[in-house]
């Protein structure tokens, strides 16, 4: 069975840091662009990230350009999402999804594979 498992999430201070993990399981994970997708309480879905099958492409969303950094292991079968100098506006779910191509968007079905989700909360 395919399975993307996020972790890493928690309570932060704002200013603070969090380091995601997304740990996927029963497909090709080297062959699949991995992205994170977030949705703040109350509010839609909102594309975050992406990096290629390889990892030496890397896009980011406006609102965590230069804070969040994305990377991926393939040796490892897991995903990173580095997020620094956190904002109350970034208190969200934080989803994990596979595609098989670039794809800037929020929403889950156009994505191959989904995650459970890890929860952020930037709070003082």
């Known amino acids: 069975d395919v399975q993307l498992v996020e972790s890493g999430g928690g309570l932060v201070q704002p200013g603070g840091s969090l380091r995601l993990s997304c740990t996927a399981s029963?497909?090709?994970?080297?062959?699949?662009?991995m992205n994170w997708v977030r949705q703040p309480p109350g509010k839609g879905l909102e594309w975050v990230s992406a990096?290629?099958?390889?990892?030496?492409?890397?896009y980011y969303a406006d609102s965590v350009k230069g804070r969040f950094t994305m990377s991926k292991d393939n040796a490892k079968n897991t995903v990173y999402l580095q997020m620094n100098a956190l904002k109350f506006e970034d208190t969200a779910m934080y989803f994990c999804?596979?595609?098989?191509?670039?794809?800037?968007?929020?929403?889950?079905?156009?994505?191959?594979?989904w995650g459970q989700g890890t929860q952020v909360t930037v709070s003082s």
């Open positions: 999804a596979a595609s098989t191509r670039y794809l800037p968007q929020a929403d889950p079905k156009k994505y191959n594979y």
């Open positions: 029963g497909f090709t994970f080297s062959s699949y662009w």
């Open positions: 990096i290629s099958a390889g990892g030496n492409l890397i």
